[in-house]
């Protein structure tokens, strides 16, 4: 109703605009005198002016009139997050129409040379590792590491992209001299954001960060690229987990990320016996990720001016794919202070197990991840599992051996279970983190355990959210 009127308000501007200017070019026309002539163009100009002023005077209003419809909507909530750098849940819809403000202008400033090559001779891919930073010098933790395990400069080109130009995280980055490449975020303007968003102003740049590293970057060549945030350790055997994943990002259309983190990847949920163990996830669960130049080229026309990480999981984005997530976490975030507040650091982020084996995932077969081949093994299988009760799984009163299953059927029944086991009980467009079809996977007294909804499920539910 209000954007009716809106657009009844803007209609009569721009009528009453044009009808004025008609009116005066018509007084000019009858007039043949030079003097009268003269006072024609004057005129005539004047009436130019009027109608820039109107075209001005209609923008405006309808900016107003966004904004104050906006600010009458009910406030974004924040509940608990639990990764690092994650944004607080917000409706995508206020993240799309965010969109919407003015450009910021850019300034241009040189970049420095990325590495340009894009395959090695023996036809494998370069993978660059695109690190995003801003203005912590610990930076130099996650820089250390990568360079500890990295395998080959010249395949895992490491890309540092800094925003916020804060001069002691620069003298860090540039520190390690040709080990990693210093690219800057030129932007550094301020954000034009809705009088109710201004205290998430920081995920706006953070959004605007990842668009213009991830076109720079792109723009080389590459096949691929591994996202990294500044605050992010990596297991020993990191690189060798994507160059074992990285085929099925070409082989599956049904995937769309490999991701070395699990969400509920605390020590006490999760079979340390088998690192080398993957799964796939409706879940994008970030935080050490690769993607390819296709799926960029998809995303970055559309690319949201704020909270990217909660509009990439929603259906519009997602459209079913999955990603590839491990038993065991390949990173570890040691941010506790940032944008995100340090949202549930304590709880839940600095249990989460690192993985300290090197598995070599390029020797083995990944095809079991595969879409039909994952549906009619793994889903499957989750089904002929027994029904157990959460207290006889506590107490271990279960008298057969191998993996069980709990079962539920509303949000509550999920999230209640999910706080007695320890696991995070949070829903993204109605995805549970880890979930595939609505199966959550995990580790509980030595026992496989699957949370799965009843056999005829039907599809995530947004209102879950």
């Known amino acids: 109703m209000r954007s009716r ?4 308000v803007i209609g009569f501007l721009v009528t009453w605009t044009y009808a004025t200017y008609y009116l005066l070019l018509r007084q000019t026309g009858v007039q043949t005198s030079r003097d009268q002539a003269h006072q024609a163009f004057r005129v005539n100009s004047q009436a130019r002016e009027a109608n820039q002023q109107s075209h001005h005077l209609a923008k405006n209003v309808f900016e107003f009139v966004k904004i104050k419809y906006l600010e009458n909507q009910p406030p974004a909530a924040m509940p608990p997050s639990a990764a690092a750098g994650s944004t607080p849940q917000i409706s995508i819809v206020a993240a799309e129409i965010s969109a919407e403000l ?5 300034a241009k400033v040189a970049t420095a040379r990325i590495p340009t090559k894009t395959y090695l001779a023996n036809g494998e891919p370069v993978f660059p590792v695109l690190v995003f930073a801003c203005n912590r010098v610990s930076v130099k933790k996650c820089i250390d590491n990568l360079v500890q395990y ?12 800094q925003d916020c130009g804060d001069e002691p995280t620069k003298e860090i980055i540039q520190s390690y001299g040709n080990q990693v490449t210093l690219i800057e975020q030129p932007d550094l ?12 102003k920081g995920y706006y740049k953070i959004a605007r960060h990842y668009g213009w590293a991830l076109n720079t970057t792109f723009g080389v060549g590459f096949e691929f690229v591994i996202i990294v945030e500044d605050d992010l350790n990596v297991a020993p055997d990191f690189f060798e987990y994507f160059l074992g994943t990285h085929k099925l990002l070409k082989l599956d259309p049904s995937l769309w990320c490999v991701s070395a983190w699990n969400d509920n990847g605390k020590a006490a949920v999760v079979d340390t016996a088998q690192p080398e163990l993957l799964y796939r996830t409706d879940f994008f669960p970030g935080l050490g990720w690769m993607l390819t130049k296709d799926l960029w080229a998809e995303l970055s026309v559309k690319w949201p001016k704020s909270f990217w990480d909660d509009w990439i999981r929603h259906p519009a984005q997602r459209k079913d794919r999955v990603c590839i997530r491990p038993e065991i976490s390949r990173t570890r975030t040691f941010g506790k202070i940032g944008v995100s507040n340090g949202l549930f650091f304590d709880k839940y982020l600095k249990h989460i197990k690192l993985s300290e084996d090197f598995v070599k995932f390029t020797k083995i077969n990944m095809s079991y991840l595969l879409k039909d081949n994952y549906d009619n093994t793994f889903v499957r299988r989750v089904y002929t599992y027994p029904i157990v009760t959460y207290d006889e799984l506590r107490r271990n009163l279960i008298r057969i051996e191998g993996p069980v299953r709990i079962q539920y059927t509303t949000r509550e029944q999920y999230k209640r279970t999910t706080k007695m086991l320890g696991l995070m009980d949070d829903f993204k467009s109605g995805v549970p983190r880890t979930a595939y079809h609505g199966i959550v996977s995990f580790y509980y007294n030595k026992r496989r355990v699957h949370l799965a909804p009843n056999a005829n499920w039907k599809g995530y539910e947004l209102s879950w959210s």
């Open 5 to 8: 009127k809106v657009l009844l």
């Open 189 to 200: 303007s301020d954000i034009t954001v809705l009088p109710k968003e201004k205290k998430f």
């Open 150 to 161: 990295r395998p080959s400069l010249e395949q895992f080109p490491i890309i540092v992209s």
């Open 102 to 106: 003015p450009e910021q202008r850019v």
